[in-house]
């Protein structure tokens, strides 16, 4: 018996949305090349590939022909509700380190334009003081924020996904979206985990497969292997976290470094009644703000984007299933 071209075209519209799941995913797994943190590029892919899933679903929707007035629509919006509220939360981790950022950058250029002396060395020291304290300030609000906006919001990464019969709803809509909900849920876990706050809300599970061979082969997903990446990507993620609490950010760790160092300068010069040199350290402290500050906002206009993207695509398919009524 031959299928009928429809069913031909929404098999290959889905088998097409898992197989870019993978790709997308398996390129994400071999661009993170830090070991003990996540950077600004990295987390800017992250949120490139929530972007371009979101986008594919929505491809998908006009493909598959849906039928209207069923619970499609509604548990899309749900879903993409849930993704809202979660960008938000991380534009509001992003927004909390404005404070932070500015007082670095502050010292830095009061540095560059004064020579420091025994004068001015308690002012400057004073400034550092305030900033690591801000820091300190900054990730426990982040933390804060993630504790209580992001449990209800069940963001669960299940490797032990296998998509059940019920799951082939609506032409399989119901199985892809249960399919980018979990993944959905583990690249929005790694940026709060990278720009908010790394706590037992946003940690990773341990995997309990000993190898991704085994994974692969046993658990396939309608014949995709999506799952074997985004399983990788989470034991990545996991070993970066390990005894690990706090903004996980490389760049926002750099900024920490690089103010110790100056205030570890600073208060060795301490006692000496002459000017003393700190250029090296205050080029890097400025260095290392710049590019910590022009990486979150980069970011931050990355999200705004995206939620335009979001508001767009919900109109896009409620304005769908309101033409097909009236059709």
Known sequence: MHRSSSSTTTTTSVNGFYNSLTHNLDDLYRSFNFQNFMSVHFLQLVLASLQSFHSELTLLVHKLHLPVGEKWLDEYMDESARLWEVCHVLKLGISNMENYCSMGTNISSFL?????????????????????????????????????????????FDEDMIIESKFNGFNGFRGVLYALKNITSLLLKIMLNGLVYCSHETRFPSSSYGNTTCYNENHMVFGSGFMVPATRLNDRMKMIEEGQNGILLYEFQNTRQAMDELKTELESTRGFEMEFDVSERVEKLKDSFQVFHSGVENIILQLDDFFDEIVESRKKLLDLCIHAIRI
């Open 112 to 156: 560059e334009n004064n020579r420091l002396n025994p004068q001015i060395l308690h002012q400057v020291l004073r400034s550092v003081n305030r900033c690591q304290r801000e820091r300190v300030r900054l990730e426990e609000e982040n933390k804060n924020l993630t504790e209580t906006r992001i449990k209800p919001l069940m963001m669960k």
